[in-house]
């Protein structure tokens, strides 16, 4: 069973690497999915005994009732089975016994494959306006490989960059590159806060990378390549604030999200772009205050927040925390840091 738990746990995290160039879609009538959930699904039913007799500690029955609380307040069950996918793996992964340098050691090659396969398209694949016959946003001259945006493709490189930052701090530096080459504000922004808070001794670096960039980048053709822009900023203030309007009507209940596809991609018009906005949309106010408790409970567990930081800052600017690949990675690299730590002891 070992053997079998390092073997999918590998296979999930490389995965990931690939984002949406491993997304499937075989039935019109069906959602799509993607290789970590049937992988997932596989890791959890194989694990099924330790889940049963998962320890009701208080971080646990926090756990369970910021699920419980989404299970029952939103009707969308497929968007709310996959949350609850992703958190169970986190808790079974509390309870394994694991090889932590293998797990750091696959963790780096996947983010690897993610800055190497951005760069790779940005210089042999720049223009993307193809997939907006797919429903995809027409990104020309940006990094958007390979979760096909900017923004979320721009997250997943900057927790490549604290990832490294404890083993190998010249190698994180490597992931500036494609990073700036995302030209998305919202990542460079909140890579740029969380070293900051995380020593301002980095103030000087921040401030260099993001002054550099807004020098020597390459002004090309496409609207992404204009950092001035406000467009993208005046619209996603726009469909926020009037999903709030609506919130207030009825902050108990929430809205009812209904489209399949809302389960795997999270930033469309219909749902909010602040994490937290989305979650009381989903599950109304219970659901977002059984969340926040869970979150600061995970916070003051961690002796290393800078990735818990930089996707709440993130947050703000699109719905990161839910993003599939960003939520799991995120999840998964904090089991391993709670297992590094000894912190398991206090969550058991």
Not at 37 to 47: A, E, H, Q, Y
Not at 58 to 77: D, G, H, V, W
Not at 146 to 153: C, E, H, M
Not at 157 to 166: I, M, N, R, V
Request: net charge positive; hydrophobic share 55%; no cysteine.
């Amino acid at each position: 069973m070992k053997t079998i738990n390092k073997f999918l746990i590998a296979s999930i995290i490389l995965s990931l690497a690939f984002g949406q160039l491993l997304r499937f879609h075989f039935v019109s009538f069906l959602p799509p999915f993607y290789l970590h959930d049937l992988l997932l699904i596989i890791f959890l039913t194989i694990n099924l005994p330790i889940l049963i007799h998962l320890p009701l500690t208080t971080f646990y029955k926090e756990t369970f009732l910021f699920l419980i609380s989404l299970l029952i307040f939103n009707p969308n069950q497929l968007l709310t089975f996959r949350i609850i996918v992703y958190f169970l793996s986190f808790l079974l992964l509390l309870r394994l016994k694991l090889d932590l340098n293998f797990f750091i050691k696959i963790n780096q090659l996947a983010f690897a494959l993610v800055a190497l396969l951005g760069l790779w398209q940005f210089f042999f694949l720049p223009d993307l306006r193809i997939l907006a016959s797919l429903g995809w946003d027409d990104h020309l001259n940006r990094l958007t490989f390979p979760y096909l945006d900017p923004n979320f493709t721009g997250i997943v490189l900057a927790l490549g960059f604290f990832s490294f930052q404890d083993q190998s701090t010249w190698l994180s530096f490597l992931f500036l590159i494609p990073l700036a080459l995302t030209y998305s504000r919202s990542a460079w922004i909140s890579w740029f806060l969380t070293l900051i808070i995380s020593s301002k001794r980095y103030l000087r670096l921040g401030l260099v990378f993001i002054i550099l960039s807004l020098i020597f980048l390459p002004r090309r053709f496409g609207e992404g390549n204009n950092l001035f822009r406000t467009y993208s900023i005046k619209s996603r203030l726009n469909n926020d604030a009037l999903i709030f309007r609506r919130l207030l009507n009825n902050p108990l209940k929430g809205e009812f999200i209904s489209k399949y596809h809302l389960i795997y991609s999270f930033n469309r018009a219909e749902t909010a772009n602040n994490s937290f906005l989305f979650v009381w949309q989903i599950g109304g106010l219970v659901t977002l205050l059984t969340f926040m408790k869970l979150l600061f409970t995970i916070l003051k567990r961690l002796t290393k927040p800078q990735l818990w930081i930089l996707v709440i800052v993130a947050s703000f600017f699109n719905n990161v925390f839910f993003y599939p690949f960003i939520l799991i990675w995120l999840l998964w690299i904090t089991a391993f840091q709670f297992k590094a730590s000894s912190s398991t002891s206090t969550l058991s």
